[in-house]
């Protein structure tokens, strides 16, 4: 899912929420104000499944997925910022064989962690048992798969607490960016955009958004962003202006990884990163 090493060659910033708040949005934390978030939210509730994915597996009733989602939301509320959650709609049908893949990966992983556990209940050495356990919890983990059933109960919290969400048509990503555009109904216009996903910066690209974007939040609060402002910066500026910074770096050293990346973007076009990104990603 995404596209591999993007999110590494755009400098992506770690930071926490209170900083992020001052950097983008000074004004509001000035007047203590409140913005508004569009959220990948099958990217919370897959994340929320691995603190019980032996449950999920075995078929044990748990609420941990749900309870993981509900902090994330409240530590968001601490700070100022309400959410909507944008859930994922009907499935790409040009990533059928992609799809299928992930499908056998998940039931090889599924098999296998029933094997594990097989092997552990059969083990009399406690340390071995528990060695054995914790593999299980590994393939359980990989064989994770975000249902409409788990879905169905994340919503009816939601709902009960009236916090807003939704379904998008077809993969959430694109409707995240149509939310923090100009397009989007006022009503449900939102200010910032937290994902994990990478492939949400080609499509604000497309879109010539320029929305922050928070990237994998934690519970302790820190977070990773990217400014998609700053790749607007390096396609518009002329080659001679990265060149004023650059050359006399590149008569000392030569540029590699993510330097060379950016120096590279300078002389790309919106189309061209787009095309890039669709060439590299999955």
């Not at 990966?105 to 296998?112: L, N």
Request: overall charge positive.
């Amino acid at each position: 899912m995404g596209i591999k090493g993007l999110l590494k060659q755009l400098k992506a910033q770690s930071t926490d929420v209170a900083q992020f708040m001052r950097q983008y949005f000074p004004d509001v934390v000035k007047n203590r104000g409140r913005v508004r978030a569009a959220v990948d939210a099958s990217t919370w509730l897959y994340r929320g499944c691995f603190c019980c994915a032996t449950d999920l597996a075995t078929g044990k009733s748990t609420m941990g997925y749900v309870y993981f989602v509900l902090k994330l939301i409240k530590l968001l509320d601490q700070f100022g910022i309400d959410v909507i959650l944008v859930f994922d709609g009907e499935k790409m049908p040009l990533k059928k064989e992609t799809n299928t893949t992930r499908r056998e990966v998940r039931e090889a992983a599924r098999k296998a962690g029933f094997e594990k556990l097989r092997e552990a209940r059969s083990c009399s050495d406690r340390q071995e048992q528990t060695r054995l356990k914790m593999e299980a919890d590994e393939y359980f983990r990989t064989a994770i798969r975000v249902t409409s059933d788990l879905r169905h109960v994340l919503t009816k919290k939601l709902n009960s607490m009236r916090i807003p969400w939704i379904v998008a048509p077809r993969e959430a990503d694109p409707q995240l960016a149509f939310m923090v555009s100009s397009r989007c109904p006022l009503d449900w216009r939102c200010d910032m955009i937290i994902t994990e996903d990478s492939d949400l910066v080609v499509y604000c690209v497309a879109g010539h958004i320029k929305a922050p974007v928070m990237l994998k939040l934690r519970t302790s609060g820190t977070c990773d962003v990217v400014d998609v402002g700053d790749i607007y910066v390096g396609y518009r500026a002329a080659r001679q202006n990265q060149r004023r910074d650059d050359d006399e770096k590149k008569k000392k050293k030569k540029l590699s990884g993510s330097k060379l990346f950016m120096s590279r973007l300078s002389s790309m076009t919106p189309r061209m990163f787009v095309q890039m990104c669709c060439m590299s990603g999955t």
